[in-house]
């Protein structure tokens, strides 16, 4: 029977390779460039798949589904992992019932990520393997070997992509659905229950098992020698390998499938099978460094960057930094990048959070930011955000700025909607039993726009687009001690500033909560009533570009009386917000005559 072939994106056939291979259970929150494995399995009607309120709920979700005897997957970018280390580290060490994958799509390069971390790190924390993909087709074989790999293991598996194996297509050849019967769950106290009347000995057992996966890491077929070149090897996973074989197609290749635990026997034998050998891997000496160990002689980061994607242009300067000649490569140091225009991003047209971002400015106000669309604040025109550090960070570092002693400023904690319920609660909670004055401004947008316009819990559907009953932010805030609530519309710029103001007369932890919904999603807001911008009144004053800083606004080619550039507004672009009329200081914005 002919197999249907199509293009995949690597994130695409992993959510294909759970279908085929039986998976039940799918749990995860969005986080590019993971977003879309969830999001395509939730296509599935045989899977149930769920966006869970952060990365360690979804973590236990899947953990709960392999011990309920249902193969069970998670994925989540390296932030995520970070939130989710407690429950991987724990599950490792009891073992799983039917397999268990977790997904973890790094970024080097740090395309939308606020840090540039290995995730090859985690395998020899929570000590697990992890398998590594190297184009779509891998992506969804690779998912049936993984469970397979945990099924035999009893043992969690990783399984890694990044950035450029999870947003680019290639052939994918499809297969049929095969079903996994459930195993149920059976009742195990000892197994998984980690009270030190239990775990004493499973330090050793642990190791015990990595030393079977050692053994399984050299004969496996995820680790496979490309003989060509006896002078030349190159040890390479991933992505990494695909540039390497671009640059230096006539090498032979020590290609790694199962990045952790390494085949140091078969390492060995295919250094001793070439002049010179070569590690080519993204971001941290991994591999290199337990190379070395073994008493291998290779090189590796002297001639290969450690941070970004390693593209064939990247790792070309590090062969011919080597001595090699590539007659194709060798003038790409001499080639100057051309120097692209520097577009700082900003808020769409429409975004409820410019007006409050402009109160906060105008009030000159310390804010502890977080991750969202919001944290476009930092940036000008308003650079007015000082603190991003990672997902619910903004509370505790509020109070912490407040308990640090007299500041100059107040001080206001600023998250969204999403990020609030993802681990934002605990920290408000913290802030009112330690009577801490600080005031919260939850921007609710009706959505988690930053990763493209996913449901949460206050929204009113779930992944699969099923009605459920949103849950209320405001019950939330007065369940943890919050007297002192206020709603504000964002697109209206005094209230705004009067809300911040009454906020910070009280001595209790307060709360502002924004009521307008993404200009974006779930569906782009079309404008009622258009604004426009009358010649005879406009100033040329800039303040409605410096502070709005909105994309319907430009620089038309008129000028003022005196000499300025007067403003125009793109009607296709205009949502009708009226931000910037409200701050015109001549008025001279305008509704559009119909």
């Excluded at 769950?185 to 015990?208: C, D, H, M, Q, V």
Aim: charged share 25%; with cysteine.
């Amino acid at each position: 029977m002919n197999q249907k072939k199509v293009l995949l994106s690597g994130n695409e056939a992993i959510a294909r390779g759970c279908y085929e291979h039986g998976v039940k259970v799918a749990s995860a929150y969005p986080g590019t460039p993971s977003s879309e494995i969830i999001k395509n399995i939730a296509t599935y009607d045989e899977m149930y798949a769920e966006w869970a309120t952060n990365e360690k709920v979804a973590m236990e979700v899947a953990i709960g589904g392999s011990i309920g005897g249902a193969r069970s997957i998670t994925s989540m970018k390296s932030a995520g992992a970070n939130v989710a280390c407690d429950p991987l580290v724990a599950f490792s060490y009891t073992g799983v019932n039917a397999g268990m994958v977790i997904a973890l799509c790094g970024d080097p390069g740090m395309a939308s990520s606020s840090t540039e971390q290995d995730d090859r790190y985690f395998t020899k924390l929570a000590h697990c393997p992890m398998i590594a993909p190297s184009d779509s087709q891998e992506a969804k074989d690779f998912v049936g070997i993984a469970f397979d790999m945990s099924e035999t293991f009893d043992i969690p598996v990783i399984l890694q992509s990044t950035t450029a194996l999870s947003h680019s297509k290639t052939e994918v050849e499809l297969g049929e659905r095969k079903e996994v019967p459930d195993k149920g769950f059976e009742r195990n106290i000892p197994k998984y229950s980690l009270l030190p009347a239990f775990t004493i000995g499973l330090r050793k057992w642990s190791i015990e098992r990595e030393k079977k996966l050692a053994e399984y890491a050299e004969v496996t077929s995820l680790n496979r020698i490309e003989k060509n070149s006896s002078e030349v090897g190159i040890i390479a996973s991933g992505m990494a390998y695909q540039a390497a074989k671009e640059v230096m197609p006539d090498a032979s290749y020590l290609k790694l499938g199962m990045v952790s635990p390494l085949p140091m026997y078969k390492i060995k034998k295919f250094a001793e099978s070439v002049k010179s050998l070569f590690v080519v891997e993204e971001l941290d000496p991994f591999f290199e460094e337990q190379i070395r160990a073994a008493g291998i002689k290779v090189e590796g980061k002297d001639l290969f960057v450690p941070e970004g994607e390693l593209t064939p242009e990247k790792v070309a300067r590090g062969f011919i930094k080597a001595g090699f000649d590539l007659p194709r490569w060798n003038k790409i140091p001499m080639i100057k990048p051309r120097q692209s225009v520097r577009r700082m991003p900003v808020q769409c047209a429409g975004c409820p959070h410019r007006g409050i971002s402009m109160a906060l400015k105008k009030l000159n106000y310390n804010v502890a930011g977080d991750i969202g669309c919001y944290d476009l604040i930092t940036l000008p025109p308003v650079e007015h955000m000082h603190t991003v550090l990672e997902m619910g960070c903004a509370i505790g570092a509020a109070v912490g700025i407040e308990r640090a002693g007299k500041q100059k400023h107040h001080t206001i904690a600023v998250m969204g909607d999403s990020t609030f319920l993802h681990s934002g609660m605990t920290g408000l909670l913290n802030a009112t039993y330690n009577k801490t004055p600080i005031n919260l401004l939850i921007l609710n947008n009706d959505i988690t726009a930053m990763t493209g316009g996913q449901y949460n819990p206050a929204t009113n559907y779930t992944i699969k687009s099923e009605e459920t009953d949103p849950i209320s932010i405001p019950d939330i805030c007065k369940a943890l001690g919050v007297k002192h609530f206020q709603e504000v519309d964002p697109y209206d710029y005094q209230a705004c500033l009067e809300a911040l103001k009454q906020a910070t007369k009280t001595d209790e932890t307060s709360v502002i909560m924004t009521n307008r919904p993404c200009a974006l999603y779930p569906k782009k807001i079309k404008a009622d009533i258009l604004y426009e911008v009358d010649g005879d009144k406009c100033i040329g004053c800039k303040k409605c570009l410096r502070l709005a800083c909105c994309p319907a606004l430009y620089q038309t080619d008129n000028l003022t009386a005196k000499g300025k550039q007067i403003t125009g507004i793109m009607a296709a672009d205009c949502t009708g917000c009226s931000v910037c009329a409200q701050i015109c200081p001549t008025k001279a914005i305008k509704e559009e005559k119909s």
